[in-house]
């Protein structure tokens, strides 16, 4: 059961670029959430997911793309990266009441 | 907006102390609130929830909640180095846990 798994770790974009940050859950979560934390900042919601095909916007979706075709799977999209997109990027699933958070990926774009 | 306030820190104690952290909130239909600990370049972990208002136990933690002041903190007993940390405080919005808002934390050390 491996939780809630990250890729990349980490990456560097140049400004205009586009990528996708990808999350897998293996606990047959309905409920998955991107977050962003910026340095001695707290987490901000980007985007969530109540189940497959479902998506809404959090605190901060300005920039940002998700797509939920399974319930494993919830990929984050960027479009046209800009250095306010640099951040550590935390995706979670959602058990009845406790977040699992995914080891995260740092985002750095120059 | 709604908010989430905590103190910003950073927190040094003696290891053996009690460690005092606390959070305020501004939306007075948050049902939920949630501690989590975020260890240097890790992801945050649940360690404590609480619903009720007064106290929760779960060994050396105690959270402690006060609806009527929007008030909810955590206390650590007999602090250890281990937990030295930065602690998250969390609300679920609209009168559930679905969605979290999260304070900025407050970096707590424990000083052997």
């Known amino acids: 059961n491996a939780g809630v798994t990250q890729t990349p770790k980490f990456r560097i974009l140049k400004i205009g670029q586009s990528m996708t940050l990808q999350c897998t859950q293996d606990?047959?979560?309905?409920?998955m959430y991107w977050y962003r934390q910026d340095p001695g900042m707290g987490l901000k919601l980007i985007y969530y997911?109540?189940?497959?095909?479902?998506?809404d916007k959090g605190e901060v979706p300005n920039g940002y793309n998700v797509s939920r075709s399974t319930t494993e799977d919830f990929p984050l999209r960027l479009e046209l990266a800009a250095p306010s997109q640099t951040s550590v990027y935390f995706c979670?699933?959602?058990?009845?009441?406790?977040?699992?958070f995914g080891p995260g990926t740092r985002l750095t774009v120059t | 907006q709604k908010e989430v306030e905590q103190n910003s820190g950073p927190l040094s104690v003696p290891e053996g102390a009690i460690a005092s952290l606390n959070c305020t909130y501004s939306d007075r239909g948050s049902q939920s609130f949630f501690w989590y600990r975020q260890y240097s370049g890790k992801s945050p972990e649940l360690i404590m929830f609480i619903y009720s208002n007064g106290d929760k136990e779960d060994g050396r933690f105690t959270a402690q909640l006060n609806k009527a002041s929007q008030y909810v903190s955590l206390l650590i007993r007999d602090s250890q180095p281990s937990d030295s940390a930065t602690y998250l405080c969390a609300v679920g919005t609209q009168g559930g846990s679905e969605k979290l808002v999260f304070g900025k934390g407050t970096k707590l050390t424990v000083n052997p």
């Open positions: 979670a699933s959602k058990s009845s009441y406790e977040q699992y």
């Open positions: 606990m047959n979560h309905n409920y």
């Open positions: 997911s109540v189940g497959a095909g479902i998506t």
